[in-house]
C-alpha cells in the first residue's frame, strides 16, 4: 500500500469516528476525496508532485470536520491554520512523505483559506481544486463566495470553459 494509500485510510477512519449523521460524515468524504483528486489532476496538469498535493486534498479541512459544527468565525477563518498542524500529525502517521514534502504539505493547508492572496504554485494548486470542487458541485458554498473566480479559472485551463 503506497503512502497516500495509508493516507486515506488515516482520513477516511478519522472521519468515520465523528459521531454525526452517516450522509455528513459521507459528504465529508466526498469533499476530501474529491479535492484530492482535483489535485492529483491539477498537478499533473501543472508538472507538480500528484501525491503531494493529492495528500494536501486529503487534509485541507480535516480539522474542521474533525472539530465539528457549528463552528465560531475565527475557526473557520483560521481552519487552515489548525489544519496544517493535523497535517504533519496525519502525514506523520501514514509514513513514507520526507520533512520537506510534509512541509509543503503542511504549508498548502495552512494557506488553502487564503483564497484571495496569491503564495506559491503548490499552495494555489490546492485553493484552485477547492474552489473547483464546490463550483462542480454547484455548492452553495460556491455561490456565496465565488472564491475569486478561481473555479471558472481553472475550467478554462482544462479546455470546459462555457462557450
Not at 513514507?96 to 504554485?121: C, D, L, P
Request: glycine share 10%; hydrophobic share 40%.
Amino acid at each position: 500500500m503506497g503512502r497516500v494509500e495509508r493516507l486515506t485510510d488515516l482520513v477516511y477512519g478519522s472521519l468515520a469516528a465523528i459521531k454525526t449523521e452517516p450522509t455528513i460524515v459521507l459528504r465529508y468524504m466526498e469533499h476530501l476525496g474529491g479535492v484530492a483528486l482535483l489535485c492529483a489532476l491539477l498537478a499533473r496538469k501543472r508538472g507538480l508532485d500528484a501525491e503531494i498535493c493529492q495528500a494536501a486534498g486529503l487534509l485541507h479541512d480535516l480539522w474542521l470536520y474533525r472539530k465539528g459544527f457549528p463552528i465560531t468565525p475565527e475557526e473557520r477563518k483560521l481552519h487552515g491554520e489548525y489544519g496544517a498542524v493535523l497535517a504533519r500529525e496525519m502525514t506523520e502517521r501514514a509514513g513514507g512523505f520526507s520533512e520537506g514534502e510534509i512541509q509543503i504539505i503542511r504549508a498548502m493547508v495552512f494557506n488553502h483559506n487564503y483564497k484571495e492572496e496569491t503564495h506559491g504554485e503548490y499552495d494555489e494548486l490546492l485553493k484552485d481544486a477547492d474552489a473547483f470542487a464546490h463550483l462542480l458541485t454547484n455548492s452553495e458554498y460556491d455561490k456565496t463566495y465565488r472564491y475569486f473566480g478561481r473555479g471558472d479559472r481553472v475550467l478554462s485551463e482544462l479546455g470546459l470553459a462555457e462557450t
